[in-house]
């Protein structure tokens, strides 16, 4: 009783709320190490096992939008326990299932339900908290949004290694049940607003639109960014995502709020939180691929390596809502980009000499700026929208973030990628009689014809192919780096700390009124 008088949300609730955005986001992670695991026991190759996690970012994607129309229609409790039941249910269906292609199906409707979790659940909490107090509630709500994405790896890791990889989806099975009871006991009823009549057209070119888009941003490190499928998927999705911005500008009732980028707080919260997240996640595909590949480590070890990161940001997110409540954003965010720029300037510098201790400290450093940052961000801009436009807004942030999300992987995967390569022809092209000579004097099998050792041959070979691939990780953290300043940037124009809109204030506002 005492937590629902301090901050106007009951504890119980606030669980449910943040148990069910915490269940979504591991999943999305968990995946990815076990894909080795279902490639065996499903006798398939990496071409179709890896559509188990590219479904589920494009499900994702294209269904997040609609997500604030549902929540207005039908109301937010409502729809965050059909959310609920359909996430378990594909869970279940997941751990089930008895092939690749049932478990690809299997887990679009797991997606669904993921899709609306996360921007329904941020719009139940900023409703029903104190705006004095939406820093502190929304710093526990993002626990769950950077806690998730670390752990997921360090618990599948060893699901994968010592148990049946099928735990994976079967554990959200109980904690989503029991989550289920606990949002329909304690979450209050929440009004539906009415949106009226559902916009069909922005709808349909919306869903084709963010398809192709994230489709295009999955598969472009793989097939090319400059191949005819990955450029006919960027155009598609231009065309399809140009006619939903019209769409939605002109129509009177449009399903997503376009509107409210022309809220400049908004709008900075939106860029500066987006940017952040490519970091993010670029860094979260980068470092365990260096860790693995290049150092040799287990999924288990890497997952315990960045654990402590993960720590560090769960500690700070309602530390950096406490202070964002009572000094504004500016000042906190400030601080927590220092963090993110020393760590990423840090990881410029990641070789494979680092020691286990040095990577983890630094990772932890730069999770730290995080842990200070988002939520803050985020906070802000919510905060600049009137109550009856919570819905369409959160829509709007989630979107972003997955589309970032995916941007941030394909961006520092392609450039850590193409740098490798680029640096390990360079090297090649180097090699040659006089220099293999000069190294064959200090071989082994010394030799006036240079390396003729076959074994040292291959040993040369490798260590040009380590040095190229750190380089290949040096140019990936650069662009953090430059992504890192370009999200400080945006994040100043959000400006000092300003009076939050009054969750009880008259539900007719409307985005003409804030203009």
Known sequence: MKFEENFGISGLAMISVISGVFMAILDSSVVNVAIP????????????????????????????????????????????????VVFVVGSCLCGAAWNASALIVFRVIQALGGALLLPISMTILFSLSKPEKRGMVMGLWGIAIMFAPAFGPTISGYIVQNLNFRLIFYINVPIGVINIFMAQAYIPEMKAKGKGKFDFPGFATCVIGFFCLLYALSDAPTSGWSSLKIISLFITAAVFLSLF?????????????????????FLASTIAVSVMTIAMMGAF???????????????????????????????????????????GARSVVIIGFAFMLVG?????????????TAIMLVYALRQAGMGLTMMPLTTAGMNAVPPSLVNPASALQSTFRNVA????????GTVMQTHSNLSFATYMQQVNVQS??????????PSVYGITNQADLLQLMSVLKQMAFQNGIREAFIIAVIVTVIAFIAALFIGKKQKPFDSGEKQAITVESVL
């Open 245 to 265: 911005v019209v769409l939605e500008l002109t129509t009177d009732k449009p399903m997503v709020e376009l509107r409210l980028f022309k809220i400049p707080t």
């Open 37 to 84: 695991k279902m490639m065996s026991v499903y006798a398939t190759d990496q071409s179709t096992i890896e559509w188990v996690i590219t479904v589920y970012i494009l499900t994702e994607g294209m269904f997040t939008p609609v997500s604030g129309y549902l929540a207005d229609r039908f109301g937010d409790k409502r729809m965050y326990v059909y959310a609920l």
């Open 285 to 327: 595909f980068v470092i365990p691929l260096f860790l693995q590949n290049g150092l040799g480590y287990s999924p288990l070890q890497t997952g315990l390596l960045t654990m402590p990161g993960a720590l560090v940001t769960a500690a700070l997110m309602p530390v950096s809502g406490a202070l964002f409540d009572k000094f």
């Open 405 to 412: 999300g995916s941007m941030g992987t394909a961006l520092l």
């Open 344 to 356: 990423s300037l840090l990881l410029v510098n990641l070789n494979f000499c680092w020691t286990f």
């Open 436 to 445: 293999l000579q000069k190294i064959s004097t200090y071989g082994l099998h």
